[in-house]
């Protein structure tokens, strides 16, 4: 009897070995899937990307592309924007596959044709392009770098036309183009609340890339508060959640604002953040300016983060995500805030 028991567990030991090594690489390539989806429409993930205070790094497998990327940089003369076009790269490609670029389209070709050095090389040429388009003078020109960015998405009539009606790029022209570029044809989904909800292009293009440019979080203030907002997008609300995978209203506010080097003080609410901000119009707010709701009781409930034209990146209510929202309210006083010197870096 000891014996048959005995024959009956390693049977079993080796049927259970066997179907492990059946479904194991079934179980790789979905994981893979999945993480590459994740990639292509909302960037890494906190476990992927090593983060310090004031910058989103990039991950080794794209900065193992740097001295690839420079040498096509001196080439086309912009050596002084590896950093801007290795961001590029985490936001196209993550560095997996070979079109790292994405860059096969902008030749006619079919996805994802080009070799690495191809797509290297096909990229660095179009980005040189859109910056001269752009008239972009520096690393830390960042509105101008945003006209290249949204260039290199949508190509380069988007720039001839940004700069016909408005002089630059604006979120606002960027939505239009788009719209009219779809004929009108809308997405839904995760598509929309992370690609815009018109059927073309990027219309976050620019926040996504940026996220992962060091020298954003430097240029204009706090808009480097935008960029680490912007990666957490579609994480849910939780109430009481601080992140780096769960947010309330003010605890994605004092996320963001850590993360990017910008905030020194404790987690407060709503409130407590209209209370310490220095009170400041909507004409004069920038993006990284917090926006706040206050109902009739004079009680303020709600913060979001400001990205400029009306909108704002925040965590609603339960059962909701992070995503972008519409200032505008009817039955609430809009206020905006600047965070004061006493809790900023």
Known sequence: MRRSKAKYMVACLIIVFSLTLFFLPVIMATVQFRNLQFVLFNGYNSEQIETSMGTLGITAEVDAYRDLVTEYAIKYEIE???????AVIMQESGGIGNDIFQA?????????????????????????????????ESITDMNKIRLALQGYNFGGGYIRYAINRDGQWTQDNTNDFAKEQSKGKKRTGNKAQSLGVWA????????????????SFTAEGNSGVVDVAERCLNYPYVYGATGPDKFDCSGLVYYCYKLSGKYTGARLTAAGYKNVA??????????????????KNGVTHHVGIYVGNGLMIHAPKPGDCVKYGTIERSNETVSFGRLSNTILK
């Open 200 to 215: 073309y292009g990027d219309q976050y293009y620019t926040f996504h890339v940026l996220r992962y440019y060091s020298a």
């Open 80 to 86: 002084d924007y590896v950093d801007l076009l290795l």
């Open 278 to 295: 220095a009170p400041i119009t909507q004409e004069e707010a920038v993006p990284g300016d917090l926006v706040f709701f206050t109902r």
């Open 104 to 136: 096969s389209e902008s030749l006619g070709l079919s996805p994802n044709t080009l070799s690495v050095e191809e797509s290297i090389d096909q990229g660095v040429k179009v980005m040189a392009a859109r910056l001269d388009a752009a008239k972009v």
